[in-house]
């Protein structure tokens, strides 16, 4: 699924393509990611508009379309973006396309139809209405803001990372590697870490997402370019620790299935 980092990607890559492009025409190829909007409506009301700024909060991209209001974009398990000049084929599982005045398309692209397109009146009111906790990466989040969300829930550590009513932007993926760099086992409970483990895991659930990010979150390259000690090009059935060798072991969390090294982060007493 595309977490913060893979969401970031899209932003930079819509940024780069797009910003400042008039829609000419927009077209629904799927109305269910759209939920109950009517495909002609939401075309109507997105034709002429222009992409005057984007946004990223946790794992949505907002796109600000000026008095036409935002458009937001979640990408479920494995959507994408993806810009192409007049000529260039259409790319496959395209749910919506923003045909632009004089060259190019903007495509949604969703293979497994798990996610969403919505067009609102105002960034900050959709953040509020669902629920959002402070953007992993947000400057003004800082470690005692990150220690008190944690604190204020007694879960596994795991699981706090992943509620994105605490903390956005971080899924199952992100999560099992910032555990393995704190060094922190997966089922610890919130409560039951001290200030400097909490810091411990500020500073790591930074500096992971941040990396992420620089190496091509999404790519293929990406986890050729991670450094030595991470644990995401291990993250599979037969994976060695890259830290002490062992073998990575898995358990369930929120129904997903989290991998770990038993050694390098050992259960809570």
């Not at 979640?74 to 000049?85: D, K, V």
């Not at 994105?164 to 060094?183: H, R």
Request: charged share 25%.
């Amino acid at each position: 699924m595309p977490e913060l980092p893979e969401v970031e990607i899209f932003k930079r890559h819509l940024d780069a393509t797009s910003l400042g492009r008039r829609i000419d025409e927009a077209v629904v190829n799927d109305r269910r990611i759209i939920g109950t909007a009517a495909p002609g409506e939401l075309a109507a009301q997105l034709k002429g508009a222009r992409l005057t700024a984007s946004r990223r909060y946790g794992k949505y991209l907002l796109i600000d379309l000026g008095k036409s209001g935002w458009l937001v974009l979640h990408f479920g398990m494995n959507g994408s973006l993806q810009y192409y000049g007049n000529g260039a084929e259409e790319p496959p599982y395209d749910r919506l396309r923003l045909d632009f005045t004089g060259d190019g398309h903007l495509a949604y692209v969703n293979p497994r139809r798990i996610g969403s397109v919505e067009l609102v009146p105002d960034a900050d009111a959709f953040v509020a209405r669902e629920g959002l906790g402070p953007d992993a990466l947000d400057p003004g989040f800082g470690a005692d803001d990150f220690a008190h969300a944690l604190q204020a829930t007694k879960r596994d550590v795991k699981s706090a990372l992943m509620d994105q009513g605490l903390v956005a932007g971080i899924g199952n993926l992100y999560s099992d590697e910032i555990l393995f760099q704190a060094q922190l086992h997966p089922k610890t409970p919130t409560d039951a870490l001290d200030r400097a483990a909490l810091r411990r895991l500020f500073t790591k659930m930074r500096s992971v997402l941040e990396i992420a990010v620089r190496e091509g979150a999404g790519s293929e390259q990406m986890l050729e370019r991670l450094p030595r000690g991470f644990l995401l090009p291990q993250r599979k059935k037969g994976g060695r620790c890259p830290r002490c060798g062992g073998a990575i072991a898995t358990l369930k969390s929120g129904g997903r299935t989290g991998y770990f090294c038993p050694h390098c982060q050992p259960a809570p007493r």
